[in-house]
């Protein structure tokens, strides 16, 4: 099991997920729109694809944080 602290620009939390758990389906299942920012993992940026992998394919074990975070320009 895996503890994953996540959130995005209005909420933060954490809970307990299965390694074989998709990045994706993880975002669905707690309500966050990952399509809208950009989603890191452990700090680094994941690409496109790696949205569709498992925790357990990012070699994710024990503990991480996953964020998908707007940025926006003020004018």
Known sequence: MIKVNYGN????????VSPDTTINGFFENVG????????TLNGAPLS????YKTF????IEGECYLYNVVKLDNA
């Open 9 to 16: 620009n209005v909420k933060r939390d954490s809970t307990i």
């Open 32 to 39: 966050i729109d990952y399509s809208r920012g950009t989603t």
């Open 48 to 51: 496109a694809g790696d949205i």
């Open 56 to 59: 357990a394919d990012l070699g």
